[in-house]
């Protein structure tokens, strides 16, 4: 059981470099999220797909892009890659709103990712 | 807006006694959710509990418990008999309804427990 799958698992950037987090889950959860862990804080939502087709913004949305792929694969991407986002980034995928409100987020691995 | 609070940086407990991993949330919604993630040092986040806002029992699963007070805005974790391998951080997070149409949600900045043996 994979569960979610998150790619890569560390990764070091320079300033100015971009790259593509990936991210897939084989639960057949229509909904799925990025988030970020930062030292002392809790996780932070960047980004989520509440189904296939759809994204939308988090509460730290700045500085990154999100593909929903198809209905298994929600990518993030940094385009120009700064310190501040120097994190462990985590996926999760659940079922909708709709079925069962009291269904949890899966969660992947996590990357860590620094930038210098 | 919606917010948790866990005031306990860090708690540590003796091995096989009983520890309360407080947290308080804030929200204006009738109906809502809570939830209690553990991430080990290996860094992954694992579901433990669930609470309903209308669940008229505590939740209970295997060790763990929540000891949900609706009038006091806490839903406090309680592992009883506590093990090593439950050293960990613990986050207690709530459904976030910022975001309609998914369940999302948003996170306390957690407390480290440490099992002594």
């Known amino acids: 059981n994979a569960g979610v799958t998150q790619t890569p698992k560390f990764q070091v950037l320079k300033t100015g470099q971009s790259m593509t987090l990936q991210c897939a889950q084989d639960m057949n959860h229509n909904s799925m999220y990025w988030y970020r862990q930062d030292p002392g804080m809790g996780l932070r939502l960047i980004y989520y797909s509440a189904s296939e087709g759809t994204t939308d913004k988090g509460e730290v949305p700045n500085g990154y892009n999100v593909s929903r792929l198809n209905k298994r694969e929600f990518s993030l991407r940094l385009e120009s890659a700064a310190p501040s986002q120097t994190s462990v980034y985590f996926c999760a995928s659940s079922e909708d709103t709709g079925v069962k409100g009291n269904q949890p987020q899966h969660f992947g691995d996590g990357t860590r990712l620094s930038i210098l | 807006a919606q917010k948790i609070t866990q005031t306990q940086p860090g708690m540590f407990v003796q091995e096989k006694e009983a520890v309360t991993l407080d947290c308080t949330y804030d929200t204006s919604d009738q109906s809502y959710g809570l939830f209690w993630y553990k991430q080990p040092s290996s860094g992954e986040m694992i579901f433990l509990i669930y609470?309903?806002?209308?669940?008229?029992q505590n939740a209970t699963e295997g060790r763990y418990s929540l000891n949900f007070q609706k009038a006091r805005k806490s839903a406090n974790l309680v592992i009883s008999a506590s093990q090593l391998g439950d050293s960990a951080m613990y986050f207690c997070?709530?459904?976030?309804?910022?975001?309609?149409?998914?369940?999302?949600?948003?996170f306390g900045t957690g407390t480290r427990l440490t099992v002594i043996p």
């Open positions: 609470q309903g806002s209308y669940d008229e």
């Open positions: 997070a709530m459904r976030d309804r910022s975001y309609p149409g998914a369940n999302n949600l948003f």
